[in-house]
C-alpha cells in the first residue's frame, strides 16, 4: 500500500520540463521586448544552457520564434492560433458588442476579465489595446474586477490567504489579508464590488459577476469611470445597466445547463 500511495504521489515523467517550459512561456507576460536566453535564464532561475534549449524546443513546435539577427526570441504563431481559437471557443468574439453598448449608454469604460493566478486578465473591453489585443493583467486585491473574481471563486482557484503580499498602489489599497477577507464579504452581501481609487488615484470602478448555475464567476464585468462621472447616486444607474450586459453575456457566454 505504501507503494501504491508513493506511485500516485510521484510526478509524471517530464513534468519538470512541462512546467520549465510553460514558465518560460509566462516570461513574456508583460508584453516587453524579445527576450534573449540570458534574460529568460535570470527570470526562470535556470543556466543560459538550459533556458536556450527549452526555447529551441519552443521554437520548433512553433510557440517561440526567434530573431535570427538579434538571436532573442519572442512569442511564435502557435500561441497566437491558439489564443485565437480560445477567444472564439469561449465565445468572447460574442461579447464586444454588448460592452460596446454598455459603454456608450454608461459614458465608461467596459472590460470583461477572468482570473489568472493572483491576477485578473481582461480579455474583451476598452482597455484591450488595440495595437496588440492585449488587455491588463492587473493584482485581484486592488480591482473591483479582481474583487468579484475573489468573492466568487471556481473549484481550484487559491484562497486569498495564497496571494502573498498585497501591493499597495494607493493609500486606499487593502493591503491586510483580514481586511480584504470583510471587503469579499461585503461585496458577496452587495452583489458587487467597488474600486474607488484603490487601484489608482482618480479611478472608480464597479464591478459584477457573470455567474454560473453553480454561482461561480466565471467571467466579471466592470465599468470604469472618474469618481466625478461615477458618484455614490449613480452607482445603482451603473450597476443597472452592469447587470444587464451581465445577464446578456451569460446568455452569450456559458452553454444553457451551465446558466444560473
Known amino acids: 500500500m505504501a507503494e501504491a500511495a508513493t506511485a500516485v504521489q510521484s510526478p509524471p515523467a517530464g513534468a519538470q520540463a512541462v512546467q520549465r517550459a510553460l514558465g518560460l512561456l509566462h516570461c513574456f507576460h508583460d508584453n516587453g521586448p524579445d527576450l534573449s536566453a540570458s534574460d529568460l535564464a535570470r527570470r526562470m532561475g ?4 538550459t533556458a536556450h534549449r527549452l526555447a529551441r524546443t519552443l521554437v520548433s513546435a512553433g510557440f517561440l520564434e526567434q530573431d535570427e539577427q538579434t538571436v532573442r526570441y519572442r512569442l511564435g504563431p502557435a500561441v497566437a492560433e491558439l489564443g485565437q481559437l480560445s477567444f472564439h471557443q469561449r465565445g468572447l468574439h460574442l461579447a464586444a458588442p454588448e460592452l460596446e453598448v ?4 454608461t ?6 476579465a477572468i ?7 481582461i480579455l474583451v473591453g476598452g482597455s484591450v489595446r488595440p495595437d496588440t489585443g492585449l488587455g491588463l493583467r492587473r493584482p485581484l486585491h486592488s480591482t473591483a474586477l479582481g474583487k468579484v473574481l475573489l468573492a ?3 473549484p481550484g ?3 486569498t490567504s495564497t496571494l502573498g503580499p498585497l501591493r499597495s498602489f494607493t493609500d486606499r489599497t487593502i493591503t491586510e489579508p483580514a481586511l480584504l477577507e470583510e471587503e469579499l464579504a461585503r461585496v458577496r452581501a452587495a452583489g458587487y ?6 487601484s489608482a488615484a482618480g479611478v472608480r470602478t464597479v464591478a459584477v459577476p457573470v455567474l454560473d448555475v453553480a454561482g461561480q464567476a466565471r467571467f466579471a464585468l ?3 469611470s472618474t469618481p466625478a462621472h461615477l458618484t455614490d447616486d449613480r452607482v445603482d444607474w451603473f450597476l443597472g445597466y452592469a447587470r444587464g450586459c451581465a445577464d446578456a453575456l451569460a446568455v452569450l457566454l456559458l452553454p444553457p445547463g451551465q446558466r444560473a
Not at 102 to 105: E, F
Not at 107 to 112: E, G, I, M, R
Not at 115 to 121: L, M, N, T, W
Not at 193 to 198: H, I, K, P, W
Request: proline share 6%; net charge positive; glycine share 6%.
Open 115 to 121: 482570473r489568472s493566478g493572483p491576477h485578473a486578465v
Open 102 to 105: 454598455l459603454s456608450r449608454r
Open 107 to 112: 459614458k465608461a469604460t467596459a472590460d470583461l
Open 46 to 49: 535556470l543556466s543560459v544552457s
Open 152 to 154: 466568487w471563486p471556481r
Open 222 to 224: 466592470a465599468v470604469r
Open 157 to 159: 482557484e487559491a484562497a
Open 193 to 198: 464590488a467597488l474600486n474607488d481609487g484603490e
